[in-house]
């Protein structure tokens, strides 16, 4: 019975662990999930709450999600963390597979009060930017502060770890079984042995659809993050789970209300077998008594205990079940500090004052957002940098930003389009943002969502600056918004600012390189408008009706 | 002036026979564009017909697919379905066409039908909007999009005057028979894109043609040395600006054009499009470097 209940749980968290891998792998181009991809996401209770409350709106996918997982915590403690959350499994399955087993439990630091006043600072960034309005904000930006919720949510790590670090390896070793097969699939021997060639076709196709090369810029303080939550183990068995994550406390917190006790009889003998197995430090030094608040009720003490003194039982046992929180005042008071800290100081960098606004605010030319997104000040708050948009690019164009939005903006997705440009009928990182920071768009919407505009540089620009026959630009802009103008006999290439939504097509199709003769500058970002009022000026521009080969005649 | 003309054209068949066998047997024998009787080359233009029709038609007037595909053989169709648009829109070969030809190769005993494109939008979004990767597939062709470095090798092309060399897409290469399957649209940079700058998208590296000194000169350099066995020109839709991606005004002429000489297709496709064959560059170049003809009077229309 003691030991079932182990294996139960273990299953369990195989099973969610292999729920996150398939959703998050799943979601391509042209593929349709009937979960959403962002499940995970959506049901982390803290990035409800900030996603909301920094929107200042009830996004309903957010609280039918997270819902569950209160309830869940109101009626079984912190189960969560022990049966479902994929951090807490890959963090027992790494621990298992490099024999981490941690200090002895007297020797472990105890640090469990942190991860409370980490919650408590979180809340804090979430609610204070929230709570501050004035006349300007109602218009453009809507918050001021920001929401630090994306650097320690274990939700938004582990899905940026997946999606930063994870997927490009495996696409790495997919990459390289496609180059091989490649290689093969043209090899004589294959040319002359018919059914070789044809068992090989469906192999060659399906490995030409899904290796495609991937590659994230700043993955790897993404994984240096993770290392570090990992290393800790080295110190105590989760030290992640029982002293940080700020999850588990506010989970912790609610399942106070849990009628569920450890219940220990009389038998114990005090082996202290329980205490040493117990993955989070719960059980002190007297196995009758443990702390309701830590106890993440993955019954390993049950399993362990070689008499079966201990049992789960409701209602009150003679267990002494301990669920104070413990916290200190002035520690509490440090922490707001943190918080507080933590919201202002990555908006008073390298700042600078803009002619338009009297705040001084960083603002990057390359700081091109998806289409969808926010007005920026909303944006970087909303954001939880779990990356998941970034992972469902096609084109690989979303690439964590580094400097181009200052610290506020840090691995927030911007577009890149010499990496790789927004494939004009694709609308996958909308659909896949569990804060709505990317609002679901339409393909329709995307010919007057404007991220930015284009800029030929006339003096890279072959056409231009050394009369050559390309318009490359032109050829491949989704929207029509390139023209030439002719000039001694020869196109060169104009942007129609009205038309262009800064896509980057153009950017990533110009054959000038290192640095592309066509470039999408923030300049035309419209963010701040509402959809009807981008969708007025792309009507000003009226319908496409240039374009230089006009049938019949010589252009121009 | 005509008999210089065949004789530097027999010329260079032989210099291409040279160069085949420089290469290695089997490397070229998709280009294969001898198998031309001599005298004044021979379009079929199939007009007033269903798509699968007009494919049929023009083909049948050349004598039909058993004289270009034989059995046993690997066939290759390069369509245009490089843009992520919808068939209306005119910008990718017709999926009708595509399929026909497919549907052609296979009853003339073809061992196996690859259909390829190196797509400028994303692949999959264009093989899946142009309709040509589900009737492709249908109609028993393997679809192939050519998007990695590797599935290209490097091709010497001794006679350009302008392109030297070449990434070339493997499968075009190693092909038994060619079929070039363009769309006829308006181009910004090239005036028109018919088949020889349809098999633009058989290279890795082309980007570089723009910077080289003549994009035209390339494309006809190109065409110089890849001689596809068949050009079928799908100008059922045309698209007349805005090209080569739209979206813009299209027409209809309903109308499928093949032919052994390429540049005697392209010539006639420039036709439909409103414009004069001489008026385009690389049909210009193309005609200059003896590979085909493009004066209307001298090519002989078979209306079917």
Same mark, same amino acid.
């Given at each position: 019975?003691?030991?079932?209940?182990?294996?139960?749980?273990?299953?369990?968290?195989?099973?969610?662990?292999?729920?996150?891998?398939?959703?998050?792998?799943?979601?391509?181009?042209? =593929? %349709?999930?009937?979960?959403?991809?962002?499940?995970?996401?959506?049901?982390?209770?803290?990035?409800?709450?900030?996603?909301?409350?920094?929107?200042?709106? +009830?996004?309903?996918?957010?609280?039918?999600?997270?819902?569950?997982?209160?309830?869940?915590?109101?009626?079984?403690?912190? +189960?969560?963390?022990?049966?479902?959350?994929?951090?807490?499994?890959?963090?027992? #399955?790494?621990?298992?597979?490099?024999?981490?087993?941690?200090?002895?439990?007297?020797?472990?630091?105890?640090?469990?009060?942190?991860?409370?006043?980490?919650?408590?600072?979180?809340?804090?960034?979430?609610?204070?930017?929230?709570?501050?309005?004035?006349?300007?904000?109602?218009?453009?930006?809507?918050?001021?502060?920001?929401?630090?919720?994306?650097?320690?949510?274990?939700?938004?790590?582990?899905?940026?770890?997946?999606?930063?670090?994870?997927?490009?390896?495996?696409?790495?070793?997919?990459?390289? %079984?496609?180059?091989?097969?490649?290689?093969?699939?043209?090899?004589?021997?294959?040319?002359?042995?018919?059914?070789?060639?044809?068992?090989?076709?469906?192999?060659?196709?399906?490995?030409?659809?899904? %290796?495609?090369?991937?590659?994230?810029?700043?993955?790897?303080?993404?994984?240096?993050?993770?290392?570090?939550?990992?290393?800790?183990?080295?110190?105590?068995?989760?030290?992640?789970?029982?002293?940080?994550?700020?999850?588990?406390?506010?989970?912790?917190?609610?399942?106070?209300?849990?009628?569920?006790?450890?219940?220990?009889?009389?038998?114990?003998?005090?082996?202290?077998?329980?205490?040493?197995?117990?993955?989070?430090?719960?059980?002190?030094?007297?196995?009758?008594?443990?702390?309701?608040?830590?106890?993440?009720?993955?019954?390993?003490? /049950?399993?362990?205990?070689?008499?079966?003194?201990?049992?789960?039982?409701?209602?009150?046992?003679?267990?002494?079940?301990?669920?104070?929180?413990?916290?200190?005042?002035?520690?509490?008071?440090?922490?707001?500090?943190?918080?507080?800290?933590?919201?202002?100081?990555?908006?008073?960098?390298?700042?600078?004052?803009?002619?338009?606004?009297?705040?001084?605010?960083?603002?990057?030319?390359?700081?091109?957002?998806?289409?969808?997104?926010?007005?920026?000040?909303?944006? =970087?708050?909303?954001?939880?940098?779990?990356? &998941?948009?970034?992972?469902?690019?096609?084109?690989?164009?979303?690439?964590?930003?580094?400097?181009?939005?200052?610290?506020?903006?840090? &691995?927030?997705?911007?577009?890149?389009?010499?990496?790789?440009?927004?494939?004009?009928?694709?609308?996958?990182?909308?659909?896949?943002?569990?804060?709505?920071?990317? &609002?679901?768009?339409?393909?329709?919407?995307?010919?007057?969502?404007?991220?930015?505009?284009?800029?030929?540089?006339?003096?890279?620009?072959?056409?231009?600056?050394?009369?050559?026959?390309?318009?490359?630009?032109?050829?491949?802009?989704?929207?029509?918004?390139?023209?030439?103008?002719?000039?001694?006999?020869?196109?060169?290439?104009? =942007?129609?600012?009205?038309?262009?939504?800064?896509?980057?097509?153009?950017?990533?199709?110009?054959?000038?390189?290192?640095?592309?003769?066509?470039?999408?500058?923030?300049?035309?970002?419209?963010?701040?408008?509402?959809?009807?009022?981008?969708?007025?000026?792309?009507?000003?521009?009226? &319908?496409?009706?240039?374009?230089?080969?006009?049938?019949?005649?010589?252009?121009? | 002036?005509?008999?210089?003309?065949?004789?530097?054209?027999?010329? #260079?068949?032989?210099?291409?026979?040279?160069?085949?066998?420089?290469?290695?047997?089997?490397?070229?024998?998709?280009?294969?564009?001898?198998?031309?009787?001599?005298?004044?080359?021979?379009?079929?233009?199939?007009?007033?017909?269903?798509?699968?029709?007009?494919?049929?038609?023009?083909?049948?007037?050349?004598?039909?697919?058993?004289?270009?595909?034989?059995?046993?053989?690997?066939?290759?169709?390069?369509?245009?379905?490089?843009?992520?648009?919808?068939?209306?829109?005119?910008?990718?070969?017709?999926?009708?066409?595509?399929?026909?030809?497919?549907?052609?190769?296979?009853?003339?005993? %073809?061992?196996?039908?690859? +259909?390829?494109?190196?797509?400028?939008? #994303?692949?999959?979004?264009?093989?899946?909007?142009?309709?040509?990767?589900?009737?492709?597939?249908?109609?028993?062709?393997?679809?192939?999009?050519?998007?990695?470095?590797?599935?290209?090798?490097?091709?010497?092309?001794?006679?350009?005057?302008?392109?030297?060399?070449?990434?070339?897409?493997?499968?075009?290469?190693?092909?038994?028979? +060619?079929?070039? #399957?363009?769309?006829?649209? /308006?181009?910004?940079?090239?005036?028109?894109?018919?088949?020889?700058?349809?098999?633009?998208?058989? /290279?890795?590296?082309?980007?570089?043609?723009?910077?080289?000194?003549?994009?035209?000169?390339?494309?006809?350099?190109?065409?110089?040395?890849?001689?596809?066995?068949?050009?079928?020109?799908?100008?059922?839709?045309?698209?007349?600006?805005?090209?080569?991606?739209?979206?813009?005004?299209?027409?209809?002429?309903? /109308?499928?054009?093949?032919?052994?000489?390429?540049?005697?297709?392209?010539?006639?496709?420039?036709?439909?499009?409103?414009?004069?064959?001489?008026?385009?560059?690389?049909?210009?170049?193309?005609?200059?470097?003896?590979?085909?003809?493009?004066?209307?009077?001298?090519?002989? =229309?078979?209306?079917?």
């Amino acid at each position: 019975m003691s030991r079932r209940l182990r294996g139960l749980r273990r299953a369990s968290q195989l099973a969610f662990l292999a729920a996150f891998v398939v959703l998050f792998g799943l979601t391509a181009y042209l =593929v %349709a999930t009937p979960i959403p991809p962002d499940s995970f996401l959506r049901a982390d209770p803290l990035i409800a709450v900030s996603g909301m409350v920094s929107t200042r709106r +009830v996004i309903w996918s957010l609280v039918w999600f997270a819902i569950p997982v209160v309830v869940l915590s109101l009626a079984l403690g912190r +189960v969560f963390c022990g049966w479902v959350c994929p951090m807490g499994t890959s963090i027992d #399955l790494i621990e298992r597979l490099f024999g981490m087993r941690g200090q002895r439990p007297s020797k472990a630091p105890q640090l469990r009060r942190v991860k409370f006043y980490i919650l408590a600072a979180l809340l804090l960034t979430i609610l204070l930017p929230a709570a501050r309005r004035s006349a300007a904000d109602l218009g453009m930006a809507q918050t001021v502060g920001l929401s630090a919720i994306y650097w320690l949510d274990p939700m938004a790590l582990l899905t940026r770890t997946f999606a930063l670090v994870a997927f490009p390896v495996v696409q790495w070793f997919t990459g390289m %079984a496609n180059e091989g097969i490649t290689a093969v699939g043209y090899s004589d021997f294959v040319y002359r042995h018919e059914w070789l060639a044809r068992a090989m076709a469906p192999v060659q196709t399906g490995l030409g659809v899904v %290796a495609r090369p991937v590659y994230f810029r700043l993955g790897v303080f993404t994984f240096l993050t993770f290392a570090a939550i990992i290393a800790l183990g080295r110190f105590a068995r989760r030290f992640w789970c029982r002293n940080l994550c700020p999850l588990g406390a506010l989970l912790g917190f609610v399942g106070k209300a849990s009628p569920l006790r450890l219940a220990v009889s009389e038998a114990c003998t005090r082996c202290m077998r329980c205490v040493n197995e117990c993955k989070v430090g719960a059980i002190s030094d007297d196995p009758h008594a443990y702390r309701g608040v830590e106890c993440i009720e993955c019954y390993s003490c /049950v399993a362990v205990c070689p008499v079966n003194a201990i049992s789960i039982t409701t209602g009150r046992a003679q267990t002494h079940r301990d669920d104070r929180l413990g916290l200190d005042r002035r520690r509490l008071l440090q922490a707001a500090g943190v918080g507080v800290a933590a919201m202002v100081l990555p908006k008073v960098d390298w700042g600078q004052r803009l002619a338009a606004s009297s705040t001084a605010k960083f603002s990057g030319a390359k700081l091109i957002r998806p289409p969808g997104a926010r007005a920026e000040e909303s944006f =970087v708050t909303a954001c939880v940098r779990c990356g &998941e948009c970034m992972r469902v690019c096609p084109e690989n164009a979303l690439q964590p930003a580094f400097g181009e939005g200052g610290l506020e903006a840090l &691995e927030t997705p911007i577009l890149v389009p010499q990496v790789g440009p927004c494939a004009q009928p694709c609308t996958l990182c909308g659909s896949v943002c569990p804060t709505r920071a990317i &609002e679901p768009f339409t393909v329709e919407e995307k010919s007057h969502l404007y991220l930015g505009t284009a800029m030929v540089d006339r003096s890279l620009c072959i056409a231009w600056a050394s009369d050559k026959q390309c318009l490359v630009c032109q050829e491949a802009c989704s929207y029509t918004a390139i023209s030439q103008k002719e000039i001694e006999g020869l196109g060169r290439p104009v =942007v129609d600012e009205r038309m262009c939504v800064g896509c980057g097509l153009c950017e990533s199709a110009c054959p000038v390189v290192p640095q592309r003769a066509i470039n999408v500058y923030a300049t035309g970002d419209k963010r701040h408008l509402s959809r009807g009022e981008q969708a007025a000026i792309r009507r000003q521009a009226g &319908e496409p009706n240039r374009g230089g080969a006009e049938a019949g005649k010589a252009p121009g | 002036m005509t008999r210089e003309e065949i004789s530097r054209r027999d010329f #260079l068949r032989r210099a291409a026979a040279a160069g085949l066998a420089a290469y290695g047997m089997g490397e070229l024998a998709g280009m294969d564009g001898a198998a031309e009787a001599a005298g004044p080359p021979t379009i079929a233009v199939a007009s007033k017909k269903s798509p699968a029709q007009l494919v049929q038609a023009a083909v049948n007037a050349l004598g039909g697919m058993k004289q270009f595909v034989k059995p046993g053989n690997i066939v290759l169709i390069k369509p245009n379905a490089a843009w992520a648009r919808m068939p209306e829109q005119a910008a990718n070969t017709n999926p009708e066409v595509v399929a026909e030809v497919v549907r052609l190769c296979k009853a003339a005993g %073809a061992r196996e039908v690859k +259909v390829m494109d190196h797509a400028i939008d #994303l692949d999959t979004a264009a093989f899946k909007m142009s309709g040509i990767q589900e009737a492709a597939q249908k109609a028993g062709a393997r679809v192939i999009s050519a998007r990695t470095q590797s599935m290209y090798q490097q091709v010497k092309l001794p006679r350009g005057k302008v392109l030297k060399s070449a990434d070339v897409q493997r499968d075009f290469m190693r092909a038994n028979v +060619v079929i070039n #399957l363009p769309i006829a649209k /308006v181009h910004g940079s090239t005036k028109v894109t018919l088949g020889s700058k349809n098999l633009m998208g058989v /290279v890795w590296d082309r980007g570089w043609w723009h910077q080289s000194a003549s994009l035209d000169q390339c494309i006809a350099d190109f065409a110089a040395q890849f001689r596809p066995k068949l050009t079928i020109l799908d100008a059922v839709r045309t698209l007349l600006t805005n090209g080569p991606k739209g979206p813009g005004k299209v027409g209809t002429p309903g /109308v499928v054009v093949a032919g052994v000489d390429p540049v005697a297709v392209d010539a006639y496709g420039a036709t439909l499009l409103h414009f004069k064959p001489e008026d385009i560059g690389h049909i210009r170049l193309a005609f200059a470097s003896g590979i085909g003809e493009m004066r209307l009077d001298r090519i002989k =229309v078979k209306n079917v």
